[in-house]
Structure formats: structure tokens, C-alpha cells
């Protein structure tokens, strides 16, 4: 077959199997029977190399000119090429080249077809199990072709049922909010039998209230909604409804009207019957102010009414009880100034109170602001007790117990009624009988003292409201203390006028211990700056400071009226000093007050050791004041002489002693403080003491001195001395 048969790359290519080839038109079948020719052959010794082993293969003589375009590139780009390389390095023929290349494939093909033919069972054996899993395929895709047309059908009536069960649904929604409204609609305006029964025959009780909150929500209901005046329900069941609201605002006013009248009631306690009784049945009054207007008006009413007269005739007797208890603690004429001893033209000497201390010295009355918040008087357990009570204490039980009854009633009202501005019309008639009471005992109160305890007791009353958060006393305890501070300051002026236009003739004793004027001046302002510690109120600052000025004028023209110097001086410091010993009792921080009367203290000391020096050794005195200073070798004429001071020493010595003794009898008997005294007498003897050094020191200078050392007086015995009257201080 070699010999003449020729065959070409095309043919050679067209002969071998591929996959694509399989793919583009051979069926599985086709490819089986040729599996099976081939192994038909092989069975028959059909030797595939024998048969193609002589093909040649020639040149396509036929073939057409070829293009030696673009030859150029593809050579620059297989130029790097390994094997194109080798083939050009070797000098190899490319035909020849190409020629191995070809027979390569060839023997190539080959043996790929013959490893095909071997393996011909298998391949047939792959067809059988193919073609029966094609045959099991096509069985399950009817039968799953069946099921998706089932399916199908299913799934329509599905979405049938859907459509179906949400339109049920939202049918049954509607008829459940009909049902809703329509039985809230039916409760609402339906009138039960048992409502009508409680309403017209049972007792005002709790169950009757609860019975009303019923009745309101329906008469509500009725009145509120457009949609209900126009249904037909309505034209039966209004009239029923109108004729149990008109039973019921008659039955609760009757009811209310009696506990109103039960308050009236001679002792009883109001406060336990508002909060156990009537705040029980507050929703009877929500109820009228709802549903009958007019009555509630007419209850409101009876309430004030009644509580007015209530309240204020407690008072009233209250207040009559507190006035048998009233201690009178000053006059018109218990001022500073006035002479108690004196009495008028045509007037009998004024007996003195027994409680006239109190007129200017706060005393125990201070305690009334530290009880501050104790609970009210009761008057008869005091009259029985035969007590007697400055005015302020009556004025802080009066107010105290206001306070208390004023809060409860506040509350009360606010809770009931549900409104404030009742409170103010029930308290006209108590505040009315408390202005009748204590205006008059203000238009006559002289008691300055007391006066500012009542302002303080205001004070304290008003941050207690503030705590308890009631402001319904805010005005009233305002009014009062407007009113207390206009009398306060007429009663303080009318003291300073007293100072002012004293007839000090009248006030004037022989006498240089302190004076009754200064003392109450004392005891006075003491009490006044004992009450304004924690408050620190400038006008009652300045208010002293008046007063202060106006006694220090006072206190210099009683001392004017003593004959000699020393005993004007030793009344200032007795007064000065008894003074400065009472302001300190109101408040060791001083003042002011206290340290200008320190002040005037030390000069008039100062002026009284002179004064007593002078009375004793005025000749020593007078040389040390003139003499013992003189420069004497600027002025030779005028020098110092032992003739001089001699007498001056043997008169010191002979007498010192007994002048030191006189001096502090003279103390002992001037001064009415003792510590005061000793602290007077050892100012002077030290300011003896000085005048004395002063003196052997000018001694010492003059020419022929030391002769007169014998009669000196050691500074060492001076100063003995001046101890032993210390030791005694």
C-alpha cells in the first residue's frame, strides 16, 4: 500500500478522534460500534502498523504561493527561542526538520489509537452503563416532569387559600373592633339595674362612690362623643341617666350638709373629723363640681360658712383665755431717763412694778426664741398653775397655734376641694378676730424689748411655713411684722427722748457708784445685741448706736454736777465700768458699743491716777513735770540744787507708806467693782513709781546728790510694796 498511496497532513488530521469531534456529531452509540469494529479487528490479528507503517507523505505541490509578509517579525520573535535556535546552530534542513517532527506525530497517533482498541471493553462496558443511566434518567425526569405539574397545581390553590385567609382575616379584624367599640359603646350608655338601685335607695357609703365614678364616666360619655347624641340608644337611656344624676346630687348634698353641721358641733375635733370623714368622701365634691355646678357653688358655701365661724369663735376664746394669763411688763413712763421716784402735779407717785427688771434686762425672756416650735399654751392648765406670761409668750402660742390649724386647713382644702383660694376666704374671720385682739396691745405695748421678741418670733414663724412649704400665711405674718417694726421704733425713739430731755437735777445723787439710768442704759442695749447675734439688722444697729450717743450726753452732765474733779472722774469710771461688765455678758465679741466705753475707761483712769497722785505728792509731781526735765547746761542759772529736792525726798519718805495706804482706802470706798479698784490702784502706784525714778535719776546729776542717798527710798521697797497690794488683788 506504500507503493502510490500518499497521504497528506490534512487527511492524517482528519483521521484522528478527538473529544470536540465526538461532541460536534458522533453519537455515543456511533462511537460503540466503531470501539467494536476495531476490536473485531484486533480479534482477527489486524496489524494497524502494517497496515499505515509504508504511508509517505509528499509535498503539496498544489499548494499556493506563500506570503513571505511578516516573516521579518516572526523570525525577530522566534529568535529567542531555545529550540529554533538549536535548529539554526546545527545547520539542520527545516524540511528535514519538519519531516521527524511529522513522523513523530505519526508514531505518536498511533499508539494513541492503539491504547484506545485495547481498552475497548472498557469503553463498551462504559457505553452499556451510560446508555442505562440515560435510560433511568429519562425515567426520572417524567416522573419529575409529573411532580412539578402537581406542584404547580398545588401551589395555586395555596395562593388561593392565602388570598382567601387574609381576606378572613381582615374581615374578623373589622368585626372585632365593631365588637370593641360596640361593647364599650353598650357599657357605656347601658344603665344596670344595680346602679340604679344603689344610687336611689342604698347609703352614701364607699360602694356609693364607686357607684358615682360610674355615673360620671357615663354622663361623660354622653356628653363627649357627637356620634352618641345622634344615636337612638341615647333618646332611652338619657332621661334615666338625667334622673339618677339629679337623685344623686341631691342625696350627697344632704349628706355633705350634715357632716358640715357636725363640725359645729361644741368640742369637736376638727382636724380628726376633716381627715377621717370628710377626706373619705372627696370624690362626692370632684363629683358636684363636675356634674352639678350650682350645688357644689351652695357647698362651697356652707363650708366657708361654717369654718369661718368655727375657727374664728375658737379663737375668740382662745384669746380670752390668753389675756387672764397677760404679765404687764412696762409702761409709758418705764424709760431710761425717767425718774421712777418722780410724779406729776396732779398725780400720785407711780408705784414701781414688781417685774421692772424685765423693762430693760432680756433676763430669761430669751428662752421664748429657743422654744420656738414647742406647741402652744393651754390656758387653763396655766391660769390653774397661777401663771403669768410676758406678752411675747402669749404672742408666740396665739401664732403658733394659727400656724398649726392654718397648715391643716391649707392641706384640708387643697386635698377636698381641690383649690387653694378657699383657705383665704375661710381665714377673713380668724384673721379679722386676731387683728381685733392685737391691735389695741400693739397701740399700748411700751415694752421695746418685747417688741423685738415678737419680730423675731415672726421671723422664726415665717422660715417654719417655709419648711412645711404653706405660703398661705406668706401676707398675714408679713402685715404683722410691718406692723410690729413702726411701734418698735416709736417705743426706742420715746427711750432716747427720755436720755435726751432727762431733768438731771431730778436724776442727779450724791453718789458715785453707778447710776439706775446707766445701769438700764446697760441692761438695755446688752438685751438688744444679745437678740440681733444671729440676725445682724443694721437699723437696729443704728437705732443703738442714737441711743448710745444720747446717754453718753447724759452720763457727763450727772457727772458735772459733782463738786470736784476726782469724784466727776471716779463716777464716769464706776458707770463706764458697770457698763462694759453687762455689755460683756451679752456677747464676748464686743462691738462697737463696747469698745467706745473701753475707750472712755482708759482716759478717765488715766485722768483718776493723776488726779490721785496729785491729791498725795503734788509737789513731787509738779517738780518731775516741770523741773526734772530741764536741760541744766543750757540754762546754768536755773540748774537743780541740793536745797531744792531735799525737802521733796524727806517728805517722800516720811509719808510714802501711809499715802500708798490712803490711796487704796480711797479705792476700796470710790469704786463699787473691786477687780476694778485694784486694777486703778496699781496703775497708779506704778505711775508713782515712775515719777519717783524719774526723780533719783534727777538726782544723780546734781553736784553734792549722792548726800541725799540716805533719805532716799529704794526702788526696791517701792516695788515690795506694789507687790503686796497686788498679792491682795
Not at 344632704?254 to 357632716?259: A, G, L, N, R, T
Not at 523741773?627 to 529736792?645: F, G, L, W, Y
Amino acid at each position: 500500500m506504500s507503493d502510490g498511496i500518499s497521504i497528506d497532513r490534512r487527511r492524517s488530521r482528519a483521521f484522528s478522534i478527538s473529544p470536540a469531534t465526538m461532541s460536534d456529531g458522533i453519537s455515543i452509540d456511533a462511537l460503540g460500534q466503531a470501539v467494536g469494529d476495531f476490536g473485531s479487528h484486533e480479534k482477527l490479528g489486524f496489524d494497524l502498523g502494517a497496515y499505515v507503517g509504508d504511508l509517505a507523505f509528499e509535498e503539496d505541490s498544489g499548494s499556493e504561493d506563500i506570503s513571505l509578509e511578516g516573516l521579518q517579525q516572526e523570525l525577530e520573535e522566534c529568535e529567542s527561542d531555545e529550540v529554533v535556535a538549536n535548529i539554526l546552530s546545527s545547520g539542520a534542513k527545516l524540511r528535514e526538520y519538519a519531516k521527524g517532527v511529522e513522523n513523530n506525530l505519526r508514531k505518536v497517533e498511533l499508539d494513541s489509537i492503539e491504547d484506545y482498541i485495547k481498552e475497548s471493553d472498557n469503553l463498551v462496558s462504559l457505553h452499556d452503563q451510560i446508555h442505562d443511566c440515560d435510560s433511568i434518567l429519562s425515567q426520572m425526569e417524567t416522573l419529575l416532569s409529573g411532580f412539578q405539574e402537581e406542584i404547580g397545581s398545588i401551589s395555586s390553590d395555596i395562593k388561593i387559600l392565602q388570598e382567601k385567609s387574609m381576606d378572613m382575616g381582615l374581615r374578623l379584624k373589622n368585626r372585632r373592633v365593631a365588637e370593641s367599640k360596640l361593647a364599650k359603646f353598650v357599657e357605656d350608655i347601658i344603665v344596670p339595674p344595680k346602679m340604679i338601685d344603689v344610687i336611689v335607695d342604698g347609703e352614701v357609703n364607699e360602694e356609693y362612690i364607686r357607684t358615682l365614678e360610674i355615673l360620671s364616666k357615663k354622663l361623660k360619655f354622653v356628653a363627649a362623643d357627637p356620634a352618641v347624641k345622634s344615636s337612638k340608644a341615647l333618646k332611652d337611656v338619657e332621661p334615666e341617666l338625667e334622673k339618677l344624676r339629679q337623685k344623686a346630687i341631691a342625696k350627697v348634698y344632704d349628706f355633705i350638709v350634715q357632716k358640715l353641721i357636725a363640725l359645729r358641733k361644741p368640742k369637736t375635733n376638727i382636724q380628726i373629723l376633716q381627715q377621717s370623714v370628710l377626706l373619705k368622701y372627696k370624690y362626692i365634691i370632684s363629683f358636684l363640681k363636675e356634674h352639678g355646678k350650682e350645688v357644689f357653688m351652695d357647698v362651697r358655701a356652707a363650708y366657708i360658712d361654717t369654718m369661718n365661724k368655727v375657727l374664728s369663735a375658737h379663737f375668740r376664746a382662745y384669746i380670752q383665755a390668753l389675756e387672764k394669763l397677760q404679765l404687764d411688763i412696762a409702761t409709758a413712763y418705764d424709760l431710761i431717763g425717767v425718774e421712777t421716784r418722780s410724779a406729776g402735779l396732779f398725780s400720785r407717785a407711780r408705784e414701781p412694778l414688781k417685774n421692772r427688771s424685765a423693762v430693760f434686762a432680756l433676763g430669761e425672756r430669751i428662752k421664748i426664741i429657743k422654744e420656738i416650735d414647742q406647741p402652744a399654751l393651754i390656758p387653763h392648765i396655766a391660769e390653774a398653775s397661777s401663771l403669768k406670761y410676758p406678752y411675747e409668750v402669749l404672742f408666740r402660742s396665739l401664732h403658733k397655734l394659727l400656724m398649726d390649724t392654718a397648715t391643716s386647713e391649707y392641706i384640708f382644702c387643697d386635698d377636698f376641694f381641690g383649690e387653694e383660694s378657699i383657705f383665704y376666704e375661710i381665714f377673713a374671720g380668724p384673721f379679722s378676730v386676731i387683728d381685733e385682739h392685737f391691735n389695741p396691745v400693739l397701740t399700748n405695748c411700751f415694752d421695746a424689748i418685747g417688741l423685738m421678741l415678737m419680730i423675731r418670733i415672726i421671723h422664726h414663724h415665717q422660715l417654719i411655713m417655709s419648711r412645711r412649704g404653706i405660703p398661705c400665711l406668706d401676707s398675714y405674718l408679713d402685715k404683722v411684722n410691718i406692723s410690729l417694726w413702726p411701734r418698735f421704733k416709736m417705743v426706742f425713739d420715746s427711750h432716747i427722748s427720755s436720755l435726751r430731755d432727762a431733768n438731771i437735777k431730778t436724776l442727779w445723787e450724791d453718789d458715785v457708784h453707778p447710776h439706775y439710768v446707766m445701769r438700764r442704759y446697760a441692761e438695755f442695749t446688752a438685751s438688744f445685741i444679745h437678740l440681733n447675734v444671729e440676725y445682724g439688722d443694721g437699723q437696729l444697729d443704728i437705732n443703738l448706736e442714737r441711743l448710745r450717743m444720747a446717754v453718753d450726753v447724759l452720763i457727763l452732765k450727772l457727772a458735772k454736777l459733782f463738786p470736784r474733779p476726782k469724784q466727776q472722774i471716779v463716777f464716769l469710771i464706776n458707770n463706764y465700768d458697770m457698763t462694759i461688765a453687762v455689755l460683756k455678758e451679752a456677747g464676748p465679741e464686743g462691738g462697737k458699743i463696747q469698745m467706745h466705753f473701753e475707750e472712755l475707761l482708759k482716759s478717765n483712769t488715766s485722768l483718776f491716777v493723776e488726779e490721785l497722785l496729785v491729791e498725795h505728792f503734788s509737789d513731787l509731781i509738779k517738780f518731775v513735770k516741770s523741773r526734772a526735765s530741764e536741760d541744766s547746761s543750757s540754762n546754768p542759772e536755773r540748774s537743780i540744787t541740793v536745797a531744792e529736792v531735799d525737802p521733796l525726798v524727806k517728805d517722800f519718805g516720811s509719808r510714802w507708806k501711809t499715802a500708798i495706804e490712803l490711796m487704796h482706802k480711797d479705792i476700796i470706798t470710790s469704786f463699787s467693782n473691786f477687780l476694778c479698784g485694784m486694777e486703778i490702784l496699781r496703775a497708779a502706784l506704778t505711775q508713782l513709781l515712775l515719777y519717783y525714778t524719774r526723780l533719783t535719776d534727777c538726782i544723780k546729776k546734781i553736784p553734792g546728790g549722792s548726800g541725799l542717798n540716805k533719805d532716799l527710798v529704794s526702788i526696791q521697797s517701792i516695788m515690795f510694796e506694789i507687790r503686796k497690794y497686788s498679792k491682795t488683788f
